[in-house]
Nanobody
């Protein structure tokens, strides 16, 4: 499966952005989908993951109650709604697809998108 993330940009602290990740290929609904992010000088970190049907989600503590992951299997797309953004959310955001059920670390994902930059100004 090929993934393409988009929707990043520059936003002021307290603002919102919605990231999208479009998948090509068949069987999108068979994959767990996840979002990760990597800030300059830091390791890539888990943000959120969603199950095949969308009924189960997990979030990093740092984004819980502010970010929402969702998916539309009919459109082969996964979303990340980001509210109440903070400067520390500044990073390149990546979407990823996994065969495993809801992995929360990078090695659990087989396919990665190219990343989209999110910059939050103070």
């Amino acid at each position: 499966v090929q993934l393409q993330a988009y929707g990043g940009g520059l936003v002021q602290a307290g603002g919102s952005l919605r990231l999208s990740c479009a998948a090509s290929g068949r069987a999108f609904s068979s994959y767990t989908m996840g979002w990760f992010r990597q800030a300059p000088g830091k390791e890539r970190e888990f943000v959120a993951t969603i199950s095949w049907g969308g009924s189960t989600t997990y979030y990093a503590d740092s984004v819980k109650a502010r970010f929402t992951i969702s998916r539309d299997n009919a459109k082969n797309t996964v979303y990340l709604q980001m509210n109440s953004l903070k400067p520390e959310d500044t990073a390149v955001y990546y979407c990823a697809a996994a065969y495993l059920m809801l992995p929360r670390s990078s090695p659990g994902y087989e396919y990665w998108g190219q990343g989209t930059q999110v910059t939050v100004s103070s």
